[in-house]
T-cell receptor
Framework: GGIITQTPKFLIGQEGQKLTLKCQQNFNHDTMYWYRQDSGKGLRLIYYSITENDLQKGDLSEGYDASREKKSSFSLTVTSAQKNEMAVFLC???????????FGPGTRLTVL | GDSVTQTEGLVTLTEGLPVMLNCTYQTIYSNPFLFWYVHYLNESPRLLLKSSTDNKRTEHQGFHATLHKSSSSFHLQKSSAQLSDSALYYCALSDRGSALGRLHFGAGTQLIVIP
């Protein structure tokens, strides 16, 4: 078994602030993902990384940057937080692209 | 492009009644891979079941779904709802008809089961 850890669990920022969310997995999975969860809009893919040193834009990448520092970690940066950005951000990993995805507990972002 | 539609945002059911959560998809590819993920409150989303075989019933934890390519559907069903089934359910489609694709998720259906 394995686990995905997301930090912080709650993130409060000011409008215009740059904010970073972190994700770690010990599954030894190749592929990692960042999703944004909004009520009524489902899970929307922001960025994903097929293997270490790879980075792919998802459907909602504008306003975000991502970094796959090493195989086990994947960070997401909100480049300039906006009030309409309040949501839960979920990190996930899978053995390979297309494999079963395992999700972390999420980071809830609030922008004041 | 590929997309998934879940028509009901909220389904409220009395315990013991059958569950049916709708999922339809759009893709130009002839071999779609469909998934149901479940997200219980205060837990992480997890895979419930998946299928890529036309007209074959897939079952897990009392839930079942059948992929019907003729109607582009993959509805989630259960014969008798339990209180513990209350959760957010997502239908998802693998990109470009590939088993190795990223997932496209639907908007989700919140299921609430009441006594």
């Amino acid at each position: 078994g394995g686990i995905i850890t997301q930090t912080p669990k709650f993130l409060i920022g000011q409008e215009g602030q740059k904010l970073t969310l972190k994700c770690q997995q010990n599954f030894n999975h190749d592929t990692m993902y960042w999703y944004r969860q909004d009520s009524g809009k489902g899970l929307r893919l922001i960025y994903y990384s097929i293997t270490e040193n790879d980075l792919q834009k998802g459907d909602l990448s504008e306003g975000y940057d991502a970094s796959r520092e090493k195989k086990s970690s994947f960070s997401l940066t909100v480049t300039s937080a906006q009030k309409n950005e309040m949501a839960v951000f979920l990190c996930a990993s899978s053995m390979r692209l297309g494999g079963q995805q395992y999700f972390g507990p999420g980071t809830r972002l609030t922008v004041l | 492009g590929d997309s998934v539609t879940q028509t009901e945002g909220l389904v409220t059911l009395t315990e013991g009644l059958p569950v049916m959560l709708n999922c339809t998809y759009q893709t130009i590819y002839s071999n779609p891979f469909l998934f149901w993920y479940v997200h219980y409150l205060n837990e992480s989303p997890r895979l419930l079941l998946k299928s890529s075989t036309d007209n074959k019933r897939t079952e897990h934890q009392g839930f079942h779904a059948t992929l019907h390519k003729s109607s582009s559907s993959f509805h989630l069903q259960k014969s008798s709802a339990q209180l513990s089934d209350s959760a957010l359910y997502y239908c998802a489609l693998s990109d470009r008809g590939s088993a190795l694709g990223r997932l496209h998720f639907g908007a989700g259906t919140q299921l609430i089961v009441i006594p």
